[in-house]
């Protein structure tokens, strides 16, 4: 049976919290892109953390990408599957994609399990600024791509991140945890049940 880790709001608030000097001080993000929907609740929370005195609130932007599979058994938890699907992305035609270009651009997402939904999202973010980089004309303006992501699985990993992306230490995890299944609090539907199980369950 999979074991379950239920996370509360508090907790996420301070695990962003304790992760945000790191975020400004060794990415310093102009952009954050969160990928839907774990990672919108964790980077509306970071940007509190990350705005600075007279400087403007951080741009967030979004993405929609499915990789999970529910089982099918009443259960809350999924199964992890093997093709990721876009449902949301960027309008390559707009100034979304233009935005990007010559920026630093934090993706921020709730958990790194097998890391196949962060490399797609990497790879195709980083194909898709390069194309409207070049149609326009803005040679020599390359963004920049970090990660934040409230929880890695200390596991094999199916996905790779880029080589330079971890020499350079563009990856934070704020917390490592076993395979487990976390349970976060935006998917419960009972969120006093969903805090209760989490006070009672083991430290």
């Known amino acids: 049976m999979v074991q379950k880790v239920y996370v509360t709001y508090n907790e996420i608030h301070k695990l962003c919290q304790a992760s945000a000097e790191t ?3 060794d990415f310093q993000p102009n952009l954050m892109i969160a ?3 774990g990672g919108y609740v964790p980077a509306r929370i970071l940007r509190s953390f990350l705005k600075r ?3 403007p609130n951080i741009p967030i ?3 929609g990408l499915s990789l ?3 089982l099918g058994n009443n259960d809350p938890v999924e199964e992890a599957g093997t093709k990721v699907t876009r449902t949301q992305w960027l309008d390559l035609s707009s100034l979304e994609m233009s935005n990007l270009i010559g920026k630093n651009i934090l993706i921020v997402d709730e958990v790194d399990d097998t890391r196949t939904t962060l490399e797609y999202a990497v790879r195709e973010l980083e194909k898709d600024v390069e194309t409207a980089r070049k149609q326009l004309g803005k040679e020599g303006q390359k963004a920049s791509f ?3 992501v409230l929880h890695n699985k200390d596991k094999k990993k199916r996905g790779h991140l880029p080589e330079d ?3 350079e230490n563009r990856y934070l995890s704020a917390k490592t945890v076993g395979d487990v299944w976390i349970c976060y609090p935006w998917e419960a539907t009972d969120i006093d049940e969903h805090d209760k199980l989490a006070e009672s369950q083991p430290c």
Request: avoid cysteine; glycine fraction near 14%.
């Open 53 to 55: 005195p007279g400087y």
């Open 35 to 37: 990928i839907g929907g």
């Open 146 to 148: 970090s990660i934040f």
């Open 68 to 70: 999970y599979e529910n």
């Open 165 to 167: 992306m971890m020499k």
């Open 23 to 25: 975020i400004l001080n």
């Open 61 to 63: 932007q979004a993405i």
